[in-house]
């Protein structure tokens, strides 16, 4: 069933894969910056520069790139520059151990008007940022923010601690598996949170003085590393979600170094994971009732009601049912319950008319045969399936995800506390609750908590948060303003992540990069409504069985 993926996803099952390490070499040209004072004084130095890794064009599709795209690609990577920097595992002890960060650097096609560097994260925690800027050119194409940056800005990819081609370590897979089809009963949430504590434990006990080390200020002073064995005096910075936090905590440790600051879909000021769970628990369901608001404005289409209490009773009464007879389907592996219902009820709105079908069509559908609205989004993205191939980087580790996030965590880890909040949560927020987490996912963490302390300053520093969000609520960003100050830009849309690939959005951060004030205070984005000639889709399949995960999702991920 596909349920299963709520609490086995909520325990941080946490996954193993090799160390990438890559070998060092000859320093290309550094174009003349000298190295800062800060660098190499604890036996840390300048980038141990290599070459890249090559990705077969198996890697690229496993990456999600389409075949038109390769040819780029490698052209953008050819121009890539590929290292690693040394950095102290404990900055309490900066001549005692040291751990490898991997970067990657785009340099700047105008070198003459060169602005300096501009690091980028994605989000996470334990999110891969290594190709970001050849991600991020793909998307945008010529045109996009990428290419306008790169202009004039050396981009910079990395992978933080604990990630992908950077020193890491990944805990043993000792999770609980997941429960079966259905509601989550108490008696099986107790269970998982049984072996969530045990699997929590032996994780937190198996490597601690590493463990204890991934933080996110941790990560930040590993950025201002890099920094300076770039031989800059100032960083530059455009991080997403969890890319956020660690942004703020830069400019919280460094004010002085940063030059221009940019983060998008802003991260709760304060790291308690059960207020952060239940704030973004009420905004998917405060998202949900904004689509059940248009489905009653084209009852005629969907048939679920003219209006919204009328939209959201009928889809919570077929979520309830689907929950008690679970459907079968000859093109589907396995049977789907209310969980398929309640997904679909939590896209954004570019994704409402394919997800509305699918909801029309799974009320209506007879037989055996499942409608084609839903084989259109089964199958996890369209992606390709089966063992990643040889060479394929890690794009994310678990174990970082959950040390990073329990590192930092000062809520409350008790079972009694956490399920009555999940029991009201299931009615006050019909259809779409139950995505919540019914435990707290760091129960069990042995390591003490690390809480970060914020301070205002008046480095330069913008936060776009977005009006109707659900994975970065919108309250998020003048809360974090009024901890520590800056300017917000306000984003008329849904859609977490999105101003850096909407024109409107990345026109005003590419002009705020080059010319280090803003230009607007709001922008579209994707807009609050699906578009005429939306084509959007999302994806049932392997995204939903192999987990809508709160790990990487829902819960402790900000991403």
């Not at 998008?264 to 608001?293: H, N």
């Not at 209490?309 to 919570?316: G, P, R």
Request: glycine share 10%; net charge negative.
């Amino acid at each position: 069933m596909m349920r299963r993926s709520i609490l086995a996803a909520a325990t941080g099952v946490l996954v193993a894969a090799a160390l990438i390490q890559p070998a060092a070499a000859a320093d290309p040209s550094t174009d003349g910056y000298s190295i800062d004072g800060n660098s190499g004084t604890d036996g840390t130095g300048g980038v141990a520069w290599a070459p890249c890794p090559q990705y077969s064009d198996e890697v690229l599709a496993h990456l999600g790139l389409r075949e038109e795209d390769y040819p780029k690609f490698r052209q953008l990577w050819a121009r890539t520059e590929c290292g690693t920097v040394q950095v102290p595992l404990d900055y309490k002890n900066p001549r005692g151990q040291k751990i490898t960060v991997a970067i990657t650097r785009l340099k700047a096609r105008d070198r003459k008007h060169r602005q300096g560097v501009l690091s980028m994260n994605p989000g996470g925690p334990g999110g891969s940022g290594y190709m970001m800027p050849q991600e991020m050119y793909l998307r945008g194409g010529e045109d996009g923010l990428a290419a306008r940056l790169n202009e004039r800005y050396d981009l910079i990819g990395f992978d933080p601690r604990g990630v992908g081609y950077s020193t890491s370590y990944d805990c043993p897979d000792n999770g609980p598996g997941g429960p079966g089809g259905g509601p989550i009963t108490e008696a099986v949430a107790r269970q998982a949170y049984e072996e969530l504590k045990a699997a929590n434990k032996a994780c937190s006990e198996s490597n601690p003085s590493f463990l204890r080390q991934l933080t996110t200020t941790n990560v930040a002073r590993d950025l201002d590393r890099v920094r300076a064995a770039l031989g800059e005096r100032k960083m530059n910075f455009f991080g997403v979600s969890w890319g956020t936090w660690l942004g703020v905590q830069y400019r919280n440790e460094f004010p002085e170094r940063v030059a221009n600051m940019w983060v998008d879909s802003t991260a709760i000021p304060e790291m308690r994971l059960d207020v952060f769970g239940a704030t973004r628990s009420k905004a998917t369901y405060d998202d949900f009732t904004r689509m059940a608001q248009w489905l009653a404005e084209r009852d005629a289409e969907y048939g679920f009601g003219d209006t919204r209490d009328e939209v959201i009773a009928a889809i919570a009464a077929l979520k309830a049912d689907y929950d008690a007879h679970p459907r079968n389907f000859v093109e589907i592996p396995e049977p789907l319950d209310g969980f398929v219902i309640g997904i679909s009820g939590t896209q954004p709105a570019p994704v409402w008319p394919v997800a509305s079908r699918v909801l029309r069509d799974l009320r209506d559908v007879t037989g055996e045969h499942a409608p084609p609205s839903l084989l259109e989004v089964w199958g996890g993205g369209g992606g390709p399936q089966g063992p990643p191939p040889a060479g394929m980087p890690r794009m994310n580790n678990r174990t970082m995800n959950q040390a990073v996030m329990c590192n930092e965590d000062m809520g409350s880890r008790d079972f009694e506390t956490s399920w009555a909040a999940y029991q009201k949560r299931l009615v006050d927020e019909p259809v779409t609750g139950f995505l919540s987490m019914p435990i707290p996912g760091c129960a069990g963490w042995t390591l003490d908590p690390q809480p970060v302390r914020l301070r205002h300053s008046n480095a330069s520093l913008v936060m776009s948060g977005h009006r109707y969000e659900a994975v970065s609520p919108y309250q998020w960003t003048p809360a974090m303003r009024a901890e520590v100050g800056g300017s917000i830009v306000s984003v008329n849309d849904d859609v977490h992540g999105s101003a850096a690939m909407t024109a409107d959005c990345s026109a005003l951060i590419a002009s705020y990069f080059e010319r280090g004030r803003l230009s607007g205070r709001t922008c579209e984005g994707e807009g609050p409504l699906p578009r005429e000639d939306s084509v959007e889709s999302f994806s049932v399949g392997q995204s939903f069985s192999e987990g809508q995960s709160f790990v990487e999702g829902r819960s402790f991920s900000l991403r």
